[in-house]
């Protein structure tokens, strides 16, 4: 997954200009390191403490001039010996600093870091569960305030203790019939005796639990993808701008000025939803050029990746034929939402009506009347609910392991309305839902997960 455990190096704030740049280094040996490039003595370092220097260059020019800051193992993020070095934000100096760095360390193997190295030895010395490391990731790709105060909770360990619990339940349950197999000469009534079904029972009902409040916090973190589909000059543009709050996309009179897909993303209660406006879909015989043919094709690309459609149709013209053959094209999996925009052209009131299956919503894109109807209508469909509970801000990845060990657990407590004569079977899948849970603090993962886990990590982090 990583080359070696060699000490790496690498620039930890992000790319681009600022006022302060760190480049952190880990491993064995940095002392080396921080007396060549800084320029004093190894002695002079004291751990947690910052120490003003120059950064010096092998010919003793000084490239920068920062604080050097020494973390001494155990005591720091990866668990091994750190050094940071802070010196100005701008990305040709951080360089220059780096390649000192490197060149400083050759003698000891220093070489540069892979995306998320540095939290992967956090989790490798028990720093950090693997819920904890990708919690790091999600809280500096948070794109509202809920995501990131959620994503501070599962760093702080919250998520991982809940699972952790769940995992010793199940464990113990496991261990009462694993004792029952070993000793069967005791005749031991084990399911009488030891309530399994009622300790089964109460796992399933906290596992339960821990899956919604996990499928509410991966809403959180993921968000909806919401299209905007429908023909030409429907309104798709002025509704997005609508939803924005602001002109995000042009708004014309003419048909067909939307050419390439425009997305902008809102926040409605917290939970991010990616609105992408589209070009308007006509037949392509219909299609005035090349450009707007290109655009329609790229729109069922985008549907074909949604997780909503709102249908946009002109309230004042009613619905025409090319409405029903778009809606019929349409992915049946996909929730639909019939909008009928221009209201305050075709005087209908602002209103949501269920028409069989289908969830109608009238409204102005330019007056804004019915706007909150649609806000409303979209966190139902996200399946959006309001809890006083906590909410953990969950992968989907955690959400498949929780499912998993959820299906295990059902199966198990079939097992168990055999009373004994099935208890190989009843512990062998409490073993795969112990291993599912497990999974999701890091207890039991394949190396290939962690390499695809920790690989989406930013260099230097």
């Known amino acids: 997954m990583f080359p070696d455990s060699s000490p790496i190096a690498a620039i930890a704030t992000a790319p681009g200009r600022g006022g302060i740049g760190v480049v952190r280094l880990s491993g064995r040996g940095l002392l080396s390191v921080a007396s060549a ?42 668990g091994e010996d750190v050094l940071e070095l802070h010196g100005h934000g701008g990305p040709v100096v951080l360089q220059m600093l780096l390649n000192r760095c490197l060149e400083a360390g050759a003698e000891i193997g220093l070489r540069h870091a892979q995306p998320g190295e540095f939290t992967f030895r956090a989790f490798q010395n028990n720093k950090l569960d693997l819920a904890q490391a990708e919690a790091v990731a999600d809280l500096i790709e948070a794109s509202t305030e809920a995501a990131a105060r959620l994503a501070t909770r599962s760093l702080s360990g919250a998520f991982s ?41 109460s796992i399933r009902d906290s596992l339960e639990n821990i899956l919604a409040q996990a499928g509410q916090g991966a809403l959180l973190r993921s968000g909806l993808k919401v299209v905007l589909a429908g023909l030409p000059n429907v309104g798709k543009s002025s509704l997005l701008n609508a939803l924005a709050g602001a002109e995000v996309a042009i708004v014309t009179a003419i048909a067909g000025t939307t050419r390439d897909k ?19 879909i006509r037949d392509d015989q219909d299609a005035s050029d090349e450009v707007e043919r290109i655009g329609i094709a790229r729109t ?11 249908h946009i149709l002109d309230a004042s013209r009613g619905p025409t034929r090319a409405d029903e053959a778009l809606v019929e094209r349409l992915p049946a999996r996909l929730p639909l939402l019939r909008i009928w925009n221009k209201i305050d052209i075709s ?46 801000l969950a992968r989907e990845r955690h959400l498949m392991a929780l499912r998993a060990a959820h299906e295990h657990l059902t199966i198990a407590e079939q097992y168990a309305g055999n009373d004994d004569r099935s208890l190989d079977l009843f512990a062998e899948e409490l073993r795969l839902a112990q291993l599912q849970l497990s999974s999701i603090t890091g207890a039991f993962t394949s190396d290939d997960l962690l390499g695809v886990i920790f690989s989406r990590f930013c260099i230097g982090k």
């Not at 349950?173 to 029952?180: G, K, N, S």
Request: aromatic share 6%; glycine share 8%; hydrophobic share 45%.
């Open 300 to 310: 069922w690309a985008a549907v074909d990746e949604a997780d909503v459609v709102l």
């Open 262 to 280: 425009v997305t902008e993303t809102i926040q409605i209660e917290g939970i991010p939803i990616h609105v992408i406006d589209t070009a308007g």
């Open 347 to 392: 005087g209908h009131k602002p209103s949501l009506e269920l028409q069989g299956d289908a969830t109608h919503i009238y409204l102005s894109a330019v007056t804004g009347g019915g706007i909150d109807l649609l806000r409303s209508a979209l966190l139902q469909v996200a399946g959006w609910q309001q809890t006083d509970q906590s909410i953990y």
């Open 37 to 78: 490039v800084c320029g004093l003595p190894a002695s002079a370092l004291r751990a947690r403490h910052a120490t003003y220097v120059g950064f010096v260059a092998a010919d003793g020019s000084v490239i920068d001039r920062g604080l050097v800051l020494w973390f001494e193992a155990p005591h720091s993020y990866t």
């Open 161 to 201: 203790q809940v699972v952790s619990e769940l995992v010793d339940q199940v464990t113990h349950v496991r261990m009462l019939v694993e004792a029952t197999l070993d000793f069967p000469e005791e005749e031991i009534e084990f399911l009488a005796s030891s309530d399994a079904r009622g300790r089964l029972n």
